[in-house]
């Protein structure tokens, strides 16, 4: 099972949601339909890398994204992508 650090940030829609590691951008109603649409766009973006036989890029330390400025006040959690498509939020 692999994690990913997500942020999150309250919005007058719901919340947006970035994969600070895979520069993702996605949106949810609410704090769970945030993180169900972070792992399909994660498991999307981890299939192109796959097809266009990339590299996937090494996820930076947690802390230089809890101390990156843009960052301050919001919200940070993990999701985590299951193994052979599951998908857990």
């Known amino acids: 099972m692999k ?6 940030e309250q919005t007058e829609a719901g919340f947006a949601v970035q994969v600070p590691d895979l520069a993702i951008v996605t ?6 339909a945030a993180k169900r649409a972070a792992l399909v766009a994660i498991r999307t973006n981890l299939e ?3 097809e266009a036989d990339q590299p996937v890029p090494e996820p ?10 843009d960052f ?3 919200l940070f959690a993990y999701v985590e992508l299951e193994p052979a498509g599951k998908i857990a939020a």
């Open 60 to 69: 930076l330390p947690v802390l230089e994204h809890i101390d990156n400025p």
């Open 48 to 50: 192109a890398y796959q």
């Open 72 to 74: 301050r006040d919001l």
């Open 3 to 8: 994690r990913y650090l997500i942020v999150l």
């Open 27 to 32: 949106t949810g109603e609410n704090i769970d």
